[in-house]
């Protein structure tokens, strides 16, 4: 009998010494790899499969220690890329799989911004290399279709002013098209929630004028009046940065507006074209979009910087007093 609790208590001290070094080989921090892998599982890649491309990469130090972490966690692991740059137990990478950690690029596109914007900020993007699908030319190819906003805007000509600005996830396999379709759905959701009653093409054109002029965000309002106060009455609204867009659309803007610019009869240059430009000239936020639907009760017909670089606007309600207000930032300036 005692020959048989001794061979008992024999196994329990080697079980626990065994469990002891899984558990300690589990949490133990390893690294084989120099610089950052990615290691892609497809949907329905088995444990063992995942566990052995993981050792491949030198992730974990070996197949069992993943399977080990499988057999403890006994939790469901998720499909997509991981990249990996730091050094990890293999219960912390098994963990990350379970979260579905996965490995994606953040796009920030600020209110203002139009799609040429966007695609420059796509070429931007840190670790663009992990997005062999999306390429500034193949945002902008989607990005002149209007197909995925004509059924609320019939009228538009591209997805300009549709591409909501926010901040959007982008994954391994995500197109042009992926993206133009998350913008224009953000775009959909905070339009129904503003529950708003005007056209949806006027108001978003609009909007985008007094996005592209208003630095300030509790000037909107009044630079939105100065807009619908000259389209009541029949003037053009002399933009400038509908004279950009128009240049920008013939490809020969160079940073700067010059007097061709000015003179050019691009169907967008509102100092040539009586009304709004034909669609918008970028990607208004809510504030912009709110101002355009409710513009400040107001008789102002001019605005113009003021040279205190605070972003702020001299208003007028005359010709000479929009004079006065023009000769007095240049003095402003030329000191």
């Not at 609320?152 to 994954?171: C, I, S, V």
């Not at 995500?174 to 129904?192: A, D, I, V, Y």
């Not at 009044?222 to 128009?246: H, I």
Request: aromatic share 10%; with cysteine; hydrophobic share 40%.
């Amino acid at each position: 009998m005692k020959i048989l609790l001794r061979a008992l208590a024999a196994v329990i001290v080697v079980g626990l010494a065994a469990t002891g070094y899984v558990g300690y080989r589990l949490n133990q921090s390893y690294q084989g790899f120099g610089e950052p892998v990615f290691v892609e599982f497809p949907r329905g890649t088995s444990t063992s499969a995942m566990a052995a491309a993981l050792a491949d990469k030198g992730v974990i130090r070996s197949q069992w220690e993943f399977l080990a972490a499988r057999a403890l966690r006994r939790t469901h692991l998720q499909a997509g890329e991981y990249k990996f740059d730091k050094a990890a137990s293999a219960l912390e990478v098994y963990g990350r799989i379970a979260r579905g950690d996965i490995f994606y690029v953040e796009l920030l596109v600020p209110e203002g911004y139009n799609m040429f914007d966007i695609a420059g900020a796509i070429d931007k993007l840190e670790n663009k290399e992990r997005l062999p699908a999306l390429s500034s030319a193949a945002f902008l190819a989607a990005a002149r279709n209007p197909a995925m906003i004509q059924d609320l805007d019939p009228a538009a000509q591209t997805l300009e002013g549709y591409l909501f600005p926010n901040k959007y996830r982008l994954y391994r396999h995500s197109t042009g098209q992926q993206l133009c379709r998350q913008m224009t759905n953000e775009f959909r959701t905070r339009w129904k929630a503003l529950n708003a009653k005007g056209n949806v093409h006027d108001t978003v054109t609009l909007a985008s004028l007094v996005e592209r002029e208003a630095r300030l965000p509790q000037e909107r309002p009044r630079v939105a009046s100065v807009f619908a106060n000259r389209l009541r009455t029949g003037m053009k609204l002399d933009c400038d940065p509908t004279t950009v867009y128009a240049a920008l659309l013939e490809k020969r803007y160079t940073g700067v507006i010059h007097r061709s610019d000015l003179d050019s009869r691009n169907p967008y240059n509102t100092y040539q074209h009586a009304g709004l430009p034909p669609g918008p000239i970028a990607n208004p936020g809510i504030s912009s979009i709110q101002a355009a639907l409710t513009p400040a009760d107001s008789s102002y017909l001019y605005f113009v910087a003021r040279a205190d670089g605070s972003g702020g606007h001299n208003f007028s309600t005359s010709l000479s007093e929009h004079e006065a207000a023009v000769a007095q930032y240049h003095r402003a300036i030329a000191k």
